[in-house]
């Protein structure tokens, strides 16, 4: 089974920018859907951005415009580029895949975010 390792979280300040990077330890390619999600103190999980089926992109209204999700298939790595942070954005982001054939969930461990205002 494949698995996921976030990396690049951080404190930043209000305004200020972070870029987070998932590393899969084998192809992406076979993932349906591959992107980022998060969880914020007493709140659940959501869904912040994600590739879908290979080609369409998927954001959450609130991230729209600010964060970014690309990938790096030679790699195996997933990125969330995060710019004009706001305090709402922290929590902690987890990296997850989604395998239809065998339909299977993989979480990475999570990496956490904290914006200070």
């Known amino acids: 089974q494949v698995q996921l390792v976030e990396s690049g979280g951080g404190l930043v300040q209000a305004g200020g920018s972070l870029r987070l990077s998932c590393a899969a330890s084998?192809?992406?390619?076979?993932?349906?859907?591959i992107g980022w999600y998060r969880q914020a103190p007493g709140k659940q999980r959501e869904l912040v951005a994600a590739f879908i089926n290979g080609g369409g992109i998927s954001y959450a209204d609130s991230v729209k415009g600010r964060f970014t999700i690309s990938r790096d298939n030679a790699k195996n790595t997933v990125y969330l580029q995060m710019n004009s942070l706001k305090s709402e954005d922290t929590g902690v982001y987890y990296c997850?895949?989604?395998?239809?054939?065998?339909?299977?969930?993989?979480w990475g461990q999570g990496t956490q975010v904290t914006v200070s205002s």
């Open positions: 997850s895949a989604f395998e239809g054939r065998v339909r299977t969930t993989t």
């Open positions: 084998g192809s992406i390619f076979s993932f349906n859907v």
